[in-house]
């Protein structure tokens, strides 16, 4: 199982940006997608999750009506398109996969995620 995060860059406030999380060696079926974000001295949180199993989404507070996950199933791949975007959304974001059946309608916690891909920079300007 291998994650593959792209599509971060550098914007300006209210700007968007569409993150990307191929995966290979699974499926959508196997496995719910979480996105994680880890600003400098902080810790990594949860920003949202998809699951295949009962199309159950996650948001956090902070980006719920800013951020839209979804899939991409002909590429196995799980989106998040991220509209008006502020300053506190600048970090590295991180999408991760953890084993269906699982209910995304609560954070899970970074450590339950089984497999994580490597980090993508977002930088919002003010």
């Known amino acids: 199982v291998q994650l593959q995060a792209s599509g971060g860059g550098l914007v300006q406030t209210g700007g968007s940006l569409r993150l990307s999380c191929v995966g290979s060696g699974f499926t959508l079926d196997d496995y719910a997608i979480g996105w994680f974000r880890q600003a400098p001295g902080k810790e990594r949180e949860a920003v949202s999750c998809f699951s295949e199993s009962d199309y159950s989404t996650y948001y956090s507070e902070s980006v719920k009506g800013r951020f839209t996950i979804f899939p991409d199933y002909m590429k196995n791949r799980v989106d998040l398109q991220m509209n008006n975007l502020k300053p506190e959304d600048t970090a590295v974001y991180y999408c991760?996969?953890?084993?269906?059946?699982?209910?995304?309608?609560?954070?899970?916690?970074?450590?339950?995620?089984?497999?994580w891909g490597s980090g993508t920079q977002v930088t919002v300007s003010s």
């Open positions: 991760a996969a953890i084993p269906t059946p699982h209910w995304c309608g609560v954070a899970a916690g970074p450590e339950e995620y089984h497999y």
